[in-house]
C-alpha cells in the first residue's frame, strides 16, 4: 500500500474516531444532565429529612407544642420532595424500593410523634398541668402538712421517701423504685394508726407519683427507652437508608458512564489496530546497529532488564542514539533500585504502624508518586517500543528521535523526583510510628508525665520564646499507657512550634487537667496562629496539613486522634477560636483516676 493511501485510511479512521466520541459525548451528557437532576432533588430530600429530624429533636428538647405544627409542614414539604425524586427514578425499580422505605420510616416517624405528643399532653405542657401538676400539687400538700406537724421523724421518713423518689429520676435504676415502695409501704402502715390525714396525703402522693412515671415511662426515661427510644432508631434507620440510596444511586451512574466509555475505547482500539497493521506493510530493512539497538531494547522490554548495554560509539546519529539509550538504562537501573528499596521499607514500616486507617492513607499518599513513576516507565516502555519499530523500519527522523530521547530524559526527571517524595514521606512515618508498642498499663502522676515530655523538649522551648504553664493537680492519677500520653503530648509540643509560634511573638502554652462526672478531661492550649476553618472539620484525618510545602506530614493529629480513640478509650475535640490560638481538648472516659491530697501523698512518702 503506498503512503499516500495509508494517509487517507488513517484520515478516515480519524474522523470515524471523532465522530464515535462525539455520539459517546452526547449520550453521556444526556446521562450527566439526568443524574445531575437526581442529585439535586435527593440533597433536597435530604434537608427536608434532615429539617423533620431537627424538629423532631427540637419538640423533644424543649416540649412546646407549637413545633408539632412545624412538623406537620416540613413533613408536607418532604412528601412533595419524594414525590419529584420518585418521578425522576421511574425507571429504577431497585432505587425505588429504597425511596420506599425512606418513605416508610418518615410515616413511622410521624406516627410515634403524634403518639409522642399525645402522652406529653397527658403528662402537661405547664408545671401546673395534666399528670405531672397533681403530682406537685399532692407532693406540695404532704410537704406542708410535714411541716405543720413538727414531728421530726416523719419529716426524715417524707424526706427519704423525696430522695428514693429523685433516685429513680436521676438514675433511670428500679432499685431506687423499689426502695422508694418499701419506705411507702413502712410509712403508710405506721400513719394509718398514727396520723389519718398524713396517711391519706401519703397515699395520694404515692398515687401522683405512680401517674406521673408511668407517663414518662411511655414518654422514655432517656433517649433508649420509650418512644424517645423509638424515634431515635428510627431516625438512625433513616439516616442509614438515605445514605444507601446516595451510594446505589452514585454506582448506577458510575456503572452507566463505565460501559460508555469501554464501548468507545473498544471501537478506537479497533481502529487503531487496522492502523497499526498498515504500518507494518511499510517496514524495510534495517542496519547492524539497529539490529544491536533494537535486540537490546526488544530484550529490556520483554524481560524488564534494564543491565543491558549497546555498547555503540558516538561516531554517527544511530551511535549517539545507542549512547544516550545507555546512560537512559543506567539511569533508570538504578533509579529503580532505589524504588524496590523504598517499597521494602515501607512494607516494613506498615508491619509496624498500628492505626490501619493511618496506613490506608499513607498508602494512598505514597501511590501518588509510585503511580507517577510507573505510569513514567510505562511511558518509557512504550516510547523504546516506538523507538525500536523506527529503527527497525530505518526512518531517519532525527528529530523525532531527538525528541523521544528528550522525553525519555523528562520522565526519569519525574521518576526521580518522585522517588524522592516517597523516601521522604517513609522517613516521616517511620517517625511517628516508633513509639506505637510496647506500653503498659500502669498508674502514674498525670503532671509527672506532663513534664517529663516537656522536659525532653527543652531545647525547643526556650524561655524567650515560650511560656509553658501546668494547671494540674499534684495529686491526680490516672491508670492508663504513660508512653501514649507522653507521645500525645510531645505532637503536641511540636505542633504548636511548627504551625502555633508567631515570629517575633512569645507563645504562651498551658497544659490543664480536671475531672468532671468521673471523666478525666485533659486540655493543651496555645494562643498562637490558630487553624484555619476550613481544615478545622477534617483536622484529625490522616495527611491533613497546612505546611505540606514546609515539611508537614499531616499524620500528628491523626495520630492523637487514634491514640485516644483506639489505645485510651476516650474521646478528642480540636478548637480554634476566631480570635487566634487552638485548644485540644482530651476526655478519658473509661480511664481510672485517683485524686490525693497533698498531705496524704507526703505520708505515703515517709512511709
Known amino acids: 500500500m503506498r503512503v499516500k493511501s495509508s494517509l487517507l485510511v488513517f484520515k478516515i479512521a480519524s474522523s470515524t474516531c471523532v465522530f464515535l466520541i462525539c455520539l459517546a459525548s452526547w449520550f453521556m451528557y ?16 435530604k434537608l427536608a429529612a434532615a429539617r423533620l429530624i431537627g424538629v423532631q429533636n427540637e419538640y423533644i428538647q424543649e416540649r412546646k407544642p407549637e413545633l408539632i405544627s412545624a412538623f406537620d409542614v416540613h ?3 418532604f ?85 428514693a423518689e429523685k433516685d429513680f429520676l436521676l438514675r433511670n435504676d428500679h432499685v431506687y423504685l423499689e426502695n422508694h415502695e418499701a419506705i411507702y409501704d413502712v410509712l403508710y402502715k405506721s400513719l394509718q394508726t398514727e396520723n389519718t390525714q398524713a396517711a391519706l396525703l401519703l397515699k395520694s ?25 423509638e424515634l431515635d432508631r428510627l431516625k438512625n434507620s433513616l439516616t442509614t437508608k438515605i445514605l444507601g440510596l ?129 505510569s513514567g516507565k510505562g511511558d518509557m516502555a512504550e516510547l523504546i517500543a516506538i523507538l525500536k519499530s523506527n529503527l527497525r523500519d530505518e526512518l531517519d527522523e532525527s528529530t523525532s528521535i531527538s525528541e523521544m530521547i528528550n522525553h525519555l530524559e523528562s520522565t526519569l526527571d519525574i521518576i526521580e523526583s518522585n522517588l524522592k517524595v516517597s523516601e521522604q514521606l517513609i522517613e516521616e512515618f517511620k517517625l511517628i510510628s516508633s513509639n506505637q508498642h510496647f506500653d503498659d498499663l500502669s498508674y502514674f502522676n498525670l503532671l509527672d508525665q506532663v513534664e517529663q515530655a516537656f522536659r525532653s523538649n527543652d531545647v525547643l522551648l526556650t524561655a524567650d520564646d515560650y511560656d509553658i504553664t501546668f494547671d494540674i493537680s499534684e495529686g491526680l492519677f490516672i491508670n492508663s499507657y504513660p508512653s501514649a500520653i507522653n507521645q500525645i503530648i510531645n505532637l503536641c509540643i511540636h505542633n504548636s512550634i511548627k504551625h502555633g509560634k508567631i515570629a517575633n511573638q512569645k507563645l504562651h502554652i498551658v497544659v490543664s487537667a480536671m475531672v468532671v462526672n468521673d471523666f478525666v478531661h485533659i486540655y493543651f492550649k496555645d494562643d498562637g496562629m490558630g487553624i484555619d476553618k476550613e481544615i478545622l472539620p477534617v483536622i484529625f484525618e490522616p495527611f491533613i496539613t497546612s505546611k505540606r510545602h514546609s515539611g508537614g506530614t499531616g499524620l500528628g493529629m491523626s495520630i492523637i486522634y487514634n491514640l485516644v480513640t483506639q489505645k485510651l478509650k476516650g474521646e478528642v475535640k480540636m478548637q480554634s477560636p476566631a480570635h487566634g490560638g487552638a485548644c485540644l481538648h482530651i476526655i478519658l472516659s473509661e480511664t481510672e483516676f485517683s485524686q490525693k491530697q497533698l498531705s496524704d501523698m507526703s505520708s505515703e512518702e515517709m512511709d
Do not use: W
Not at 444526556?30 to 430530600?45: A, F, G, K, P
Not at 408545671?127 to 410537704?143: I, K, M
Not at 402522693?205 to 427510644?229: C, D
Open 205 to 229: 402522693y404515692r398515687q401522683g407519683f405512680l401517674s406521673y412515671i408511668a407517663v414518662l415511662s411511655e414518654i422514655g426515661l432517656n433517649y433508649k427507652t420509650g418512644l424517645r427510644g
Open 75 to 77: 413533613y408536607f414539604q
Open 79 to 163: 412528601e412533595n420532595e419524594y414525590g419529584q425524586l420518585a418521578k425522576l427514578l421511574l425507571d429504577e425499580p431497585k432505587v425505588l424500593q429504597q425511596l420506599a422505605a425512606i418513605e416508610a420510616d418518615i410515616s413511622n416517624i410521624k406516627r410515634t410523634l403524634t403518639r409522642f405528643e399525645q402522652f406529653q399532653i397527658k403528662l402537661g405542657y405547664e408545671a401546673d398541668n395534666g399528670v405531672y401538676g397533681a403530682f406537685r400539687r399532692n407532693v406540695h400538700q404532704l410537704q406542708d402538712f410535714v411541716q405543720n406537724a413538727q414531728q421530726p421523724r416523719l419529716e426524715l421518713k417524707v424526706l427519704e421517701l423525696r430522695r
Open 246 to 374: 446516595s451510594n446505589t444511586v452514585i454506582l448506577q451512574d458510575h456503572d452507566t458512564k463505565q460501559t460508555l466509555v469501554v464501548l468507545l475505547l473498544g471501537v478506537i482500539i479497533l481502529i487503531c489496530s487496522i492502523c497499526f497493521v498498515l504500518l507494518m506493510i511499510l517496514h524495510t530493512r534495517v542496519s547492524n546497529k539497529i539490529n544491536v539497538i533494537n535486540d537490546v531494547l526488544d530484550r529490556v522490554v520483554e524481560h524488564e532488564n534494564f543491565k543491558l548495554r549497546t555498547n555503540l560509539n558516538n561516531t554517527d546519529e544511530l551511535g549517539q542514539i545507542g549512547t544516550h539509550v545507555d546512560k537512559l538504562l543506567e539511569y533508570l537501573d538504578g533509579l529503580l533500585a532505589r524504588l524496590s528499596s523504598a517499597q521494602k521499607r515501607l512494607l516494613e514500616d506498615a508491619e509496624v504502624a498500628s492505626f490501619s486507617n493511618v496506613i490506608n492513607r499513607f498508602a494512598q499518599e505514597l501511590n501518588a508518586p509510585l503511580g507517577e513513576v510507573k
Open 30 to 45: 444526556s446521562h450527566i444532565d439526568h443524574t445531575q437532576q437526581v442529585e439535586l432533588q435527593l440533597n433536597r430530600l
